[in-house]
């Protein structure tokens, strides 16, 4: 069974029963993912999960930094954000610190010029793969973010945002003249 729920401009779709049907496997693992966002059409393990990613569609940013100003949607991405305070992570080189390992690893590149992943059609190098996946976008053709509003695509998401204003008529950013 299905309930449709609805929070303001969002809404999502909790299974109340898991049937076979509706249940989908995750690329990277094997756990059963019976609970819908519908705004998205991501799945999730838990409905604690899913309520917590439905605030990325909200806006919401219930989770405040007592060191800064910034706010987040998530327990876990404030956890992570602390880390920037504490010098947990921390480049020997620049000393700009940050909020996981990972985040530092890829920094690093920046100051050694590495450059791991490569695009196999025409030999362009990256710091990171999700910029290869972007970039390998160009050759595909694949444009995965589709504006709900009128029949444009694009390759990412960013741009996706940007075309919004179209449809909402925001204008963030004024002349200072």
Known sequence: MN???STGESCFEVKTEADSNDITEHPHDDKPRPYVCTTCDKRFPKKGILN???LIHTGEKLYSCTQCEKHFTTRQNLRTHVNVHSSKYKCTECGKCFASSNALTIHRRSHSGEKPFEC?????QFTTSHYLVVHSRIHSGEKPYKCHECD??????????????VHTGDKPYKCRV
Do not use: D
């Open 52 to 54: 917590e990613h439905k």
């Open 3 to 5: 309930v449709l729920h």
């Open 120 to 124: 196999t059609v025409c030999s362009k």
């Open 152 to 165: 444009k695509a694009f390759r990412v998401l960013c741009s996706l945002n940007t075309h919004m204003r």
